[in-house]
């Protein structure tokens, strides 16, 4: 190897391990709403140990084969004046072939112990913390998130409350076609496989909102597939259980009377609200839909216009949208959407 080629294979060599370096570094991909790296609970703890001490190994590897490899070529390399005979060849050395077999397979073992015992931590809830579990059934559907809350008995759409320090005992299901969950700072992800029960868990330490997005491609909108994850202190969470439990709110104000008539000629077919005698499945339960603060999955901040052009323009708003006023032979003008508006959001 000449001289030029040999300074090519260091300065490539050099690049791509800084490149390596900077990117675990690197701040952006280190926090933010959907960073694996900013971590909370102990699944995803597991998760990130794990990943780090794959790193760890890995680096170490990197290290120690780049160098034996960068030392051969420098120590090796062709020198000014130097005649080109080719060295005396061997076939090879039995004990360093075995000797490198062995210390792979105690690589591959080192790696592998640790991740397959986490596999299992994170796959369920540890035994001995079954009993505190809190039981969610997470459905996906084009496009938006299902929760219920089988022992509660809650249904509720796009925003999943969960008390914190509590383990969240999660049966994944599919309502159409694949969906994955996937809360990065939680725990994640699962596949949502209709006809199938997918289990996983996770945990919140510190309350607050946890983004979760779909991350199976399932159609037009899969990119605004998204929900929250609250995380609430005991006290908080068992509040928004009582409230979840009651029924959707009666109208009162002339316009909720209204919107709620309007609700009914349509909306109802595919939407519930609960003690109104709007049962419908297809669509978000809604019998809360005032409390929460998102819509159409977790894409908009739930207020007075969006709910307005989500009503008006729903394909337009969301594409693919499976929302259709047209299919329940809706024909409402802006004087009910308004009152519809009102009615909705009096659902709190
Ligand atoms: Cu649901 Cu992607």
Not at 109 to 130: D, G, H, T
Not at 175 to 187: E, G, I, K, M, T
């Amino acid at each position: 190897m000449n001289a030029m080629r040999m300074i090519q294979v260091a300065f490539i060599t050099v690049f791509l391990v800084g490149l390596y370096l900077v990117s675990l570094v690197w701040p952006g991909a280190m926090n933010g709403p959907m960073s694996i790296m900013e971590v909370n609970g102990p699944v995803a703890q597991e998760q990130a140990t794990v990943f780090w001490y794959t790193v760890a190994v890995s680096s170490f590897l990197l290290v120690t084969v780049g160098g034996v490899f960068l030392y051969a070529i420098f120590r090796f390399r062709a020198k000014p004046g130097q005649d080109f005979k080719v060295p005396e060849q061997t076939h090879g050395s039995a004990a360093v072939e075995i000797g490198l077999i062995v210390a792979s397979c105690v690589l591959l073992l080192v790696i592998a112990v640790p991740n397959a015992r986490a596999l299992f931590y994170v796959s369920e809830v540890p035994a001995e913390r079954k009993q505190e579990a809190i039981k969610v059934v997470a459905i996906g559907h084009q496009w938006w998130w299902e929760f219920q809350y089988p022992d509660l008995g809650i249904t509720t759409a796009n925003e999943l409350h969960i008390p914190i320090g509590k383990p969240i005992d999660i049966e994944v299901r599919s309502a159409d076609v694949l969906h994955a969950f996937w809360v990065p700072r939680l725990a994640g992800k699962i596949d949502a496989i209709p006809g199938q029960i997918n289990r996983m868990w996770m945990e919140a330490t510190d309350p607050g909102k946890y983004q979760g997005q779909c991350t199976e491609y399932c159609g037009d909108s899969h990119a605004n597939m998204r929900f929250l994850v609250m995380a609430q202190k005991a006290e908080d969470f068992d509040g928004w259980v009582r409230n979840e439990k009651k029924d959707g709110v009666k109208p009162k104000t002339i316009e909720e009377v209204n919107g709620h008539r309007v609700f009914m000629s349509g909306c109802n077919a595919c939407h519930t609200v609960k003690g109104s005698g709007a049962m419908g499945t297809k669509g978000p339960d809604l019998s809360h839909f005032g409390s929460r603060t998102t819509l159409g999955s977790g894409i908009y901040v739930s207020n007075k216009d969006n709910l307005t052009n989500w009503i008006k323009f729903p394909k337009q708003m969301k594409p693919g949208n499976l929302m259709n006023l047209e299919s329940v032979n809706m024909v409402v003008g802006d004087k009910d959407v308004k009152d519809l508006v009102a009615y909705l959001e009096s659902l709190k």
